[in-house]
């Protein structure tokens, strides 16, 4: 694991260890036994989550009876009902809206994820005091998951990434003061991109990214992927032009002390940030003049759905994104499916060439 990884994981569990103080004594059981199976930054939202329900509990629900963290018990968390988590489902709508105060269909569609997300949490603690004998039943399992209303997958094509790099590259409709910057970073914008689109990195992995970690000569690089394990992941002769090129501007900087070993740095030579990269990505994109709103996770998901379209396999795809479960690439890329299964079906003769 590198350096940056690991200060990561720390802060995580630093931070884990204090919210632990704001929860109920029992949760430290729970958390304790997730370590090995999840990544720090799983069990802080968990921490998060289940802080806001259980000072929800005390507030709001009577028959609980608890007067705070300290006092809540096992005892206390056996009578939690359905009905008390569907209650505190319903009061995050308002909770969220006092907070934010906003009311957009963006906005509707986070909060529905939102609560999903919360239930999953509240699931796994009841999850696993249930399998340990401490409670009789998971009543979270009895409340339905609020629906979340998919949205339109946006991918870009061959033809639309290439306009990407070309911006990237050739900095045309620059402004005379991004001219300048772009001087600078024009090899590492154009490295950047294509590992997205060439590989389908993760923005966290290319933030991560330190100097041994790539391997140019052999056309791979290792990544540190969700749940901390790595990963050795390959990329085309097109993305090593790209980086060999970033490489030779690279090696000439003087990194900001704590910032020697990072493969990507930003203008004050420290290891780049992920909204610096969001940023970067947005502003190429706005200069490909792309109608499709363009993230990094849109060019990793390019990747994969062009990868899944020249091979048509799904686990190999699953593979390549770091994907732990293949039913989670399998609902990404159901419509590039169903898009083959269509083009298949125009084809077919029934009667020959006639």
Same mark, same amino acid.
């Given at each position: 694991?590198?350096?940056?990884?690991?200060?990561?994981?720390?802060?995580?569990?630093?931070?884990?260890?204090?919210?632990? /103080?704001?929860?109920?004594?029992?949760?430290?059981?729970?958390?304790?036994?997730?370590?090995?199976?999840?990544?720090?930054?799983?069990?802080?939202?968990?921490? #998060?989550?289940?802080?806001?329900?259980?000072?929800?509990?005390?507030?709001?629900?009577?028959?609980?009876?608890?007067?705070?963290?300290?006092?809540?018990?096992?005892?206390?968390?056996?009578?939690?009902?359905?009905?008390?988590?569907?209650?505190?489902?319903?009061?995050?709508?308002?909770?969220?809206?006092?907070?934010?105060?906003?009311?957009?269909?963006? #906005?509707?569609?986070?909060?529905?994820?939102?609560?999903?997300?919360?239930?999953?949490?509240?699931?796994? @603690?009841?999850?696993?005091?249930?399998?340990?004998? /401490?409670?009789?039943?998971?009543?979270?399992?009895?409340?339905?998951?609020?629906? @979340?209303?998919?949205?339109?997958?946006?991918?870009?094509?061959?033809?639309?990434?290439?306009?990407?790099?070309?911006?990237?590259?050739?900095?045309?409709?620059?402004?005379?003061?991004?001219?300048?910057?772009?001087?600078?970073?024009?090899?590492?914008?154009?490295?950047?991109?294509?590992?997205?689109?060439?590989?389908?990195?993760?923005?966290?992995?290319?933030?991560?990214?330190?100097?041994?970690?790539?391997?140019?000569?052999?056309?791979?690089?290792?990544?540190?992927?969700?749940?901390?394990?790595?990963?050795?992941?390959?990329?085309?002769?097109? @993305?090593?032009?790209?980086?060999?090129? #970033?490489?030779?501007?690279?090696?000439? /900087?003087?990194?900001?002390?704590?910032?020697?070993?990072?493969?990507?740095?930003?203008?004050?030579?420290?290891?780049?940030?992920?909204?610096?990269?969001?940023?970067?990505?947005?502003?190429?994109?706005?200069?490909?003049?792309?109608?499709?709103?363009?993230?990094?996770? /849109?060019?990793?998901?390019?990747?994969?759905?062009?990868?899944?379209?020249?091979?048509?396999?799904? #686990?190999?795809?699953?593979?390549?994104?770091?994907?732990?479960?293949?039913?989670?690439?399998?609902?990404?890329?159901?419509?590039?499916?169903?898009?083959?299964?269509?083009?298949? @079906?125009?084809?077919?003769?029934?009667?020959?060439?006639?």
């Amino acid at each position: 694991m590198s350096n940056f990884h690991k200060d990561q994981e720390l802060k995580n569990n630093l931070r884990l260890r204090e919210l632990q /103080k704001e929860l109920p004594p029992f949760m430290t059981e729970f958390f304790r036994a997730r370590e090995y199976h999840t990544s720090s930054r799983t069990r802080l939202a968990y921490a #998060y989550d289940m802080r806001l329900f259980f000072n929800f509990l005390i507030a709001e629900i009577r028959e609980i009876s608890a007067t705070s963290m300290d006092n809540f018990t096992m005892e206390h968390f056996n009578k939690i009902t359905d009905s008390h988590i569907e209650e505190f489902l319903d009061y995050l709508t308002y909770y969220s809206a006092n907070r934010y105060n906003e009311d957009t269909e963006f #906005y509707a569609q986070n909060q529905l994820q939102g609560k999903s997300r919360k239930l999953s949490a509240i699931r796994a @603690v009841f999850a696993h005091f249930y399998k340990k004998g /401490k409670v009789p039943a998971n009543p979270a399992e009895l409340v339905e998951t609020p629906p @979340v209303k998919e949205k339109a997958k946006i991918y870009l094509d061959v033809d639309e990434i290439a306009n990407l790099l070309d911006a990237a590259d050739g900095g045309t409709s620059l402004t005379e003061k991004q001219k300048h910057f772009h001087a600078y970073t024009r090899s590492r914008d154009v490295a950047i991109l294509s590992l997205f689109a060439g590989t389908g990195i993760r923005i966290s992995e290319a933030v991560g990214l330190n100097l041994e970690d790539v391997d140019v000569e052999r056309g791979s690089f290792r990544v540190i992927r969700k749940g901390g394990h790595e990963a050795i992941l390959y990329f085309s002769d097109e @993305v090593e032009f790209a980086l060999r090129e #970033y490489l030779e501007v690279r090696l000439t /900087k003087e990194p900001q002390s704590g910032h020697e070993r990072a493969f990507f740095l930003s203008m004050q030579n420290r290891r780049i940030t992920a909204r610096a990269i969001q940023n970067l990505v947005k502003k190429y994109s706005n200069l490909a003049n792309s109608l499709k709103k363009v993230t990094p996770h /849109k060019l990793r998901g390019s990747f994969g759905t062009n990868m899944y379209r020249q091979t048509g396999d799904i #686990y190999l795809v699953a593979d390549l994104l770091g994907h732990s479960d293949v039913n989670t690439t399998r609902k990404s890329y159901a419509d590039t499916k169903q898009e083959a299964g269509r083009r298949a @079906v125009r084809n077919l003769r029934l009667r020959g060439d006639e």
